[in-house]
């Protein structure tokens, strides 16, 4: 059995065509979303992402803006300038690039970002929401698996599922939205004993865990769907996920493959949340908080 790959990039282009329509109506009504991102120092990973999230916005006729700060910039100083981006009309949507320089306590700067443009779902409140199943805005990269899910037709609910990982970026919010639809879920870590024992027993496996090619074909259950977040440059530039995509294909059911897997979909994502408010703020979207939906 070789597994069906869960195509990203496909699904990126569906989604995208759908969010367009979205935004024309928004255009329509004289609102365009407006996404802004901020990026603090020269880290050319971070400039990559940046500038990849500015042409997706332009690409559906979204507004976008890059503000690219110095290293130096004060904590005071860029708080200061996301206060100022909070009162900005034109913009729906706030997104500071991680990570920051150490001189800047990164909690301090998302919590400043207004709750109603915190469409990355990082927020002390927008996390609580997503712990209740009400969270209007869910981070970008678990909402685009459970997306991911939803177009290789996967029954989640009734299902075990594994996640490797449990940061409060993808590993966390990716247990509750499988817990939101139905799915019994175990969350594994470093700490974790007997990893290859739990992770057999998953019909969902999800790694985000960024080390490259760590999860092997005899830690996979036949049959499973695995769902690799990880994306790790190796020594010769080339990509590769957290799991070892050729052993664990010849295990699994369905796979997203690395690069084309769930990085396209983190940035659609950011696209819809961003669309989302700006629906929001201009009275064309109903007023209930939503997680599967964008």
Known sequence: MTAKLIDGNQLSKELRAE????????????VTPGLAVVIVGDDPASKVYVRNKARACESIGMHSEVHAMSGDTTQTELIGFIEYLNTNANIHGILVQLPL??????????????????????????????????SMFPPCTPFGAMKMLDF????????????????????????????????????CHSRTRNL????????????????????????VKPGAVV????????????????????????????????????GPMTITMLLGNTIKAAEQAAGLRAGSAETRIA
């Open 19 to 30: 969010f367009q329509v979205r935004v024309d109506r928004l255009r329509a009504n004289n």
């Open 101 to 134: 320089p150490r001189h800047i306590d990164s909690r301090a700067v998302i919590e400043a970002i207004s709750i109603d443009k915190d469409v990355d779902g990082f927020a002390y409140q927008n996390i609580g929401e997503l712990v209740v199943g009400e």
């Open 152 to 187: 290789a037709g996967v029954a989640v609910e009734g299902k075990h599922a594994v996640v490797i990982g449990r940061s409060n970026i993808v590993g966390k919010p990716m247990a509750l939205l499988l817990l939101h639809a139905g799915a019994t879920v175990t969350v």
């Open 196 to 219: 290859p024992d739990i992770t057999r027993q998953g019909d969902i496996l999800v790694a985000a865990v960024g080390k490259p090619r760590m999860v092997t074909a005899d830690m």
């Open 227 to 262: 769902i690799d977040v990880g994306i790790n440059r190796l020594e010769d530039g080339t990509l590769a996920g957290d799991v070892d995509f050729d052993s664990v294909k010849e295990v699994a059911s369905w796979i997203t493959p690395v690069p084309g897997g769930v």
